[in-house]
């Protein structure tokens, strides 16, 4: 059934006037608008003929230069297979584009499959064909693999995706991550709202059902942890997608006419749309309508750049898509929120990369750490405004008064390791700020005078000893006492590392005469491996807890544990299992304590 009557969906003059967009303006003639999809729609341009028809714009064509559509390859023709519902996709997605930038032009580029492989093959086809926009409306979870895609880093070119449709983490549909490539930080991440006009204003909130939330596998960019209201969001170091918003709720969603079957016997024609889908194509030309990224290498960066600029962003303060424990990664809140992002494109200032500044500093980077010869060092860049890009290092040496500094030679990282020549020197980072309009340097404070790595010396204190234990004999496996204390002694009285010996814990658990465990220390230097070995009644021997490791050089206070595990308590299940912790504690500078504690 063919519906051929315009429904009552939002049409682009609604849409302008939500968001005080003109139709064309000086440079939007210059920019290309790719549409990723997948799988073919034979009648896009039919369909976006009749959908301007309709609305009154003008028509955008093969004919007139408006519009083309490729394959994959960059080629006319064969084109994919047709697929009736990525066929309303497509539909959707071209008449958004047209519908917020009446003269931009339209690069249709349909995927083989909605395999991510062809997908992202349409998209580095997009770039090939000089595409300033990529727009995306498709996602799938989150994986460990999305690590090593680069198919959607393109700096300079503005790339959206949708957020998703199934609200925070993918909840409503038992997900529990956000949709890639959504959650990359090299793409512009759109989240969805519900649009009304009510008493002659338009007002936004979050819709119940955009996707979103803190990446499990991504970095917070630095725009993103440089916000105001950063903490708030729950995501820690983690990327929060979304980082802007459109209307995408289906109860307030836009009219769109698609002729082509789904398959599903599902009408055809005018349909009232909504989703994410609606949301990216939206955003992806707002920044056509404003000349596209227009030199930043990081477009998102360019929006959190006006957070707080109510005569350029619509913040949504309202709604949520999920539950997160208070946090505002899944709830709409004054300033950057996950639903929403930075909220809704009013006019085009948000885009703006001209009236943003250099970076300014406002708290001074930072350095923690021990400062002794050995340890790291590690910077905070401290706090900007203008949304920096990215960030340098450099680390420097001083006098002990923090004077004369001179600069490391290649100690451009985030982290620096003390060496034996920077022993009764001070430290000290300067960070440098950079976005699309300049850069700025800030330096920390000095850190404390260097000092030499102290000789550990270990003594036994605060034991607690549960059940019995003896010392190994290396040739024999027996003797020595039952007491705790006496048992670390045994091993720990030897002096400064290297250490070597064997604890024997016989006896362990009253009820097991016949169960025997065993747990082993080697010590070489500062690093330390503990294996805990376990034997049922029958002899058997299982590892339950192998090649434990620890640095004593990276910390002033460390603890090496051994734990056995749920493994061991299952072999020992028949009999009554324990848990047995090996702690090892050092301190302080000079006096430093070694502590063994024996725990059920």
């Known amino acids: 059934m063919t519906n051929p009557t315009l429904v009552s969906g939002l049409r682009p003059t609604d849409l302008h006037s939500a968001y005080a967009l003109p139709n064309t303006t000086s440079v939007s003639a210059t920019q290309t608008i790719a549409i990723v999809d997948a799988y073919n729609d034979p009648a896009a341009e039919a369909d976006l003929a009749t959908y301007d028809a309709q609305v009154g714009l003008p028509e955008c064509t093969t004919a007139n230069g408006c519009f083309r559509r490729v394959n994959q390859n960059g080629k006319a023709s064969p084109l994919p297979s047709t697929n009736g519902n990525w066929a309303q996709e497509i539909s959707l997605d071209v008449q958004m584009a047209h519908a917020i930038c009446n003269d931009c032009h339209i690069i249709l580029i349909e995927a083989n499959s909605s395999n991510f492989s062809d997908l992202e093959s349409a998209v580095q086809r997009a770039v090939t064909m000089g595409a300033t926009e990529i727009s995306n409306s498709y996602g799938g979870p989150e994986e460990p693999s999305v690590l ?99 209307v995408g709720d289906p109860a307030t969603g836009v009219a769109v006419y698609d002729s082509t079957p789904d398959g599903q016997g599902d009408p055809t024609g005018w349909t009232v749309f909504g989703g994410t889908s609606v949301s990216s194509p939206i955003v992806a030309s707002e920044f056509a309508l404003a000349g596209g990224a227009q030199g930043a290498s990081q477009p998102a960066a360019t929006l959190y750049a006006h957070l707080g ?17 208070g946090a505002t990664a899944c709830a709409a809140a004054p300033g950057l929120d996950g639903p929403t992002g930075v909220g809704s494109p009013i006019g085009l200032g948000a885009f703006s990369v001209a009236a943003i500044p250099a970076p300014a500093n406002t708290v001074p980077p930072t350095i923690s750490g021990v400062t002794t010869d050995g340890h790291p060092l590690s910077a905070a860049a401290g706090t900007w405004t203008n949304s920096p890009s990215s960030f340098t290092y450099q680390w420097e040496v001083c006098d002990n008064g923090g004077a004369s500094c001179v600069s490391i030679g290649s100690a451009s990282a985030a982290t620096y390791s003390l060496q034996s020549t920077d022993v009764d020197h001070t430290i000290r980072v300067t960070v440098t700020a950079t976005n699309a309009a300049g850069s700025a340097a800030a330096t920390s404070a000095a850190t404390a005078v260097v000092a030499t790595t102290p000789t550990l010396t270990p003594t036994v204190v605060n034991t607690a000893p549960v059940g019995t234990g003896s010392p190994a004999n290396p040739a024999t496996n027996a003797g020595g006492s039952t007491d705790a204390t006496a048992l670390a002694t045994t091993v720990l009285a030897q002096g400064p590392p290297p250490w070597s010996g064997t604890i024997r814990l016989a006896s362990l658990f009253a009820s097991v005469s016949s169960g025997k465990a065993s747990v082993k220390l080697r010590c070489q230097g500062h ?53 047995v912790w090996m702690v090892i504690t050092v301190s302080g500078h000079g006096a430093t304590t070694a502590r063994v504690v024996l725990y059920r």
Not at 220 to 235: D, E, L
């Open 527 to 579: 690093v330390c491996h503990g294996v805990l070995t376990l034997r049922n009644h029958s002899g058997r021997k299982a590892v339950i807890y192998g090649s434990v490791t620890y640095s004593f050089k990276r910390s002033a206070h460390a603890v090496a544990k051994v734990d056995l595990t749920k493994a061991g308590g299952a072999l020992l299940t028949r009999h009554r299992s324990a848990t």
């Open 148 to 246: 090593g895609d680069t198919a959607y880093q393109h700096p300079g070119i503005v790339v959206t995706a949708s957020s998703g449709d199934h609200g925070y983490l993918d909840w409503t549909e038992g997900g529990s991550a956000p949709l890639f490539p959504a959650s990359s930080p090299d793409v512009v991440a759109v989240g969805g709202t519900a649009l009304t006009h009510t008493g002659g204003a338009w007002t936004s909130t979050a819709w119940s059902e955009t996707g979103g939330g803190c990446s499990s596998f991504f970095n917070a960019p630095s725009w993103q942890t440089a916000t105001s209201t950063w903490a708030a969001t729950g995501c820690g170091s983690n990327r929060l997608s979304a980082d802007v918003s459109a």
């Open 309 to 325: 600029d109510n005569s350029a962003l619509y913040d949504v303060t309202s709604g949520s898509n999920g539950s997160c424990s």
